[in-house]
Each structure stands twice: as C-alpha cells, then as structure tokens.
C-alpha cells in the first residue's frame, strides 16, 4: 500500500521541506489540506487553523497547484488527494477544486457531509438531501474525470462504513468512493473492520490514519462518569490498526493508506518518522 501525510499534520512545513522531508523519511505521497480559514477562526483555532506556511484554499489553488506539483516530481511523490472542507452543496467551489485536478496529477477530493446530529433539521430528510446533492456532484466530477469522497466520520450522517455505504451505493464507485477512517469511529460508527470492507467494496477508496483512548472527562455530582476520546499514538488506541490493516490486505486493497495523527506531542518531525515506520510495518509488513 503506499503511504502518504495528510498536510494538515505539517504546519510548520514550507512546500519544498515538506517534499524533502517526505521523501527522505519513505513516504509515497500527500494528502494536501485545501481550507480557506478566516482570521476569526485562525484565533479560535479551528481545524488546526494555525499559521500555515503550506497554506492553501480553493482560491489560490489555480496558483498553488502548479508549485506543489513542482515539488512532488522533484522528490518523486504523489499527491494521492485533497483533504477539503468544502459541503457537499458547495458546487461552484467543487468545480474549482475540479479544473485543478489534473495539473495536481490526482483524481479525488473529499467533501463534508451534513452534521448529525442537527436540532432542526431530520435525520431521514438529511439523508434524502444528501443524495439528491451527490446526484449533482456526480455529474460535476464525471466531467472532469475526477471522484468525489465522503469520510466515516463522528456527528456526521456517515460515521459508519453501512452509513457510508447507504449513501453512496446510489452512484457509481468510479466517481464517489469513501475514505475508511477507524480513528473516527472509536467516537461512534465502531462496526467489524472486515464487514465493513467487504460492505464497501469498490466504493473503499481511500484510508485515514490515526488513533484514541477514551479518558475520564468528568464525574457529575450523581456519580455519573462521562467520557471522552483523547488522540494518541496510533499504536496505542483503540482501533486496532493492525488488526484493520490485516483485513484490508485480505480484501486485496493496494490503494492511498493517509495519516492523520493529531496526536501532537512533542517533535513533530520524530512523530512522523515514527508513524512511518509503524505504518509500513502493518500495511506493507516491512
């Protein structure tokens, strides 16, 4: 499998350290972070919002994508997606995202499905929006030649690979595939990995990276005790990568295997070379 970062881990990364790093440590490729953040939201921190030398959005793409494409051939890396926050009914900016793709050599990008759960709005009538909005970007992407993914992913209307299945088994796996994310479904959406997969099947396009410990958040006055997940290192959570990377390779997925470690602790250039090591180990058995 080949094994790539997803820049949002790289903050402090120029685009040439970060193809030089990369290839020097054995990776294979990117996951590029596309996010336009506002001042407000790099002050509250969202998403990891920091100062960014990488930083890149659906706006300067037409001129980034030229620069990160230079960068990838120098150190022989691919750019294996783009990991977007762009909703799902956000046409005009997918259409971007779409006219860029090939300069970047790359086929897919990820967008956001509706949050879950929503106080105003019914799951059911999501659901049936969803897929009336996926029935657009498909034909968006079919003329780009490109493919559209969805991510199991916490309080969103997919956390699970059948919830990710339900929606996408509308289109055609060419053009609309999932990003099968186990780090996600230690918060919600946890089923069997190899039902999952074989659920999937031709619709699994692409795999996320990373791991939780559920810890004590709190004990209310009643003695009820709450708990919450806490990022850690991936081999030490909940989700059982290894375990995940065994049903993979007997279901015969040789595609994009992305990290995405919010575990940041400590040097963030050792995390990453640690990853990598513990990464091609499970998925390449090296």
């Known amino acids: 499998m080949k094994l790539a970062v997803y820049t949002i ?9 970060l193809g030089q790093f ?6 294979d490729g990117l996951e590029l972070r596309v996010l336009e953040i506002s001042e407000e939201q790099k002050k509250k921190g969202y998403c990891f919002a920091g100062d960014f030398k990488n930083d890149i959005n659906p706006k300067n793409l037409k001129v980034k994508a030229p620069l990160v494409k230079a960068v990838c051939d120098k150190y022989k890396l691919r750019v294996c997606g783009l990991g977007t926050y762009v909703k799902c009914f956000e046409l005009e900016v997918m259409e971007e995202l779409c006219r860029n793709l090939k300069t970047l050599d790359c086929r897919t990008f990820r967008v956001i499905m509706p949050p879950y759960p929503n106080d105003n709005r019914d799951r059911n009538q999501m659901f049936t929006d969803t897929v009336k909005a996926l029935a657009e970007i498909e034909k968006l992407v079919k003329k780009y030649d490109a493919k559209v993914l969805i991510e199991t992913h916490m309080n969103m209307i997919t956390p699970s690979a059948s919830a990710a299945y339900r929606l996408v088994s509308n289109f055609d796996p060419e053009h609309v595939g999932v990003i099968f994310d186990p ?5 919600e959406g946890f089923e069997n990995y190899r039902q999952g997969i074989q659920l999937l099947g031709r619709y699994l396009a692409h795999v996320h990276v990373k791991n939780y410990q559920w810890q004590i958040k709190e004990t209310t006055p009643d003695g009820f005790i709450i708990w919450q997940p806490k990022p850690c290192l991936p081999w030490e959570g909940v989700a059982n990568l290894k375990q995940f990377a065994e049903e993979l390779k007997q279901a015969g997925y040789d595609g994009w295997v992305s990290l995405e470690d919010f575990n940041i602790t400590g040097d963030n250039r050792k995390k990453l070379i640690d990853d990598h090591k513990f990464m091609n180990s499970i998925f390449n058995g090296a």
């Open 9 to 17: 881990l790289m903050p402090e990364f120029s685009l040439e350290e």
């Open 183 to 187: 780090g996600n479904m230690v918060f």
């Open 22 to 27: 990369l290839s020097e440590t054995g990776y």
